[in-house]
């Protein structure tokens, strides 16, 4: 029997990974804005990067430059991105601020939402969408539904 773990120690059983035309600038991004530490970082052909694990708190970001030979192609190579990357902050003001400072473009400012969260909601200089989200109000499933309903 073998000692490998099926899920290695340290990564979480989801981890995205982002194709970014830039990837080297977008991981400085990351840092400045999130706070992220860099875990690792594998260099590709011609300063590009073929690999990085990024921590976001216990979360795992791996990017990368694109490799559409691999299907691996970034946001604004097809149109947009159909995800949204929903991440807890210690002040979602102040990220939301940082990443605007360094080129997002802002798509919800910062606003406290029915369910308990304050959120706001960016694009990165990459095509791809953030909300960053603190959690301020303890929102039972009952007063959310009520709260909702509210919205009209």
């Not at 981890?15 to 530490?37: E, H, M, N, T, W």
């Not at 192609?73 to 102040?94: F, I, Q």
């Not at 802002?106 to 095509?127: H, I, K, N, S, V």
């Amino acid at each position: 029997m073998s000692d490998v773990k099926p899920i290695p120690d340290g990564y979480p059983v989801v981890s995205p990974a982002l194709a970014i035309d830039g990837a080297a600038q977008a991981i400085d991004f990351y840092k400045r804005v999130f706070g992220a530490a860099e875990r690792f970082r594998m260099p590709g052909p011609e300063g590009t990067i073929a690999h990085c694990e990024l921590l976001f708190g216990d979360s795992v970001v791996m990017i990368g430059d694109p490799a559409p030979e691999m299907g691996f192609r970034d946001p604004k190579s097809v149109g947009g991105t159909p995800v949204n990357l929903y991440t807890y902050v210690e002040d979602a003001d102040a990220a939301h601020a940082a990443a605007l400072a360094a080129g997002a473009r802002e798509l919800q400012a910062p606003e406290t939402q029915f369910y308990g969260d304050r959120t706001a909601a960016f694009e990165d200089p990459w095509g791809h969408r953030w909300t960053v989200s603190t959690h301020v109000e303890e929102v039972s499933p009952e007063e959310m539904e009520k709260r909702m309903a509210q919205l009209g």
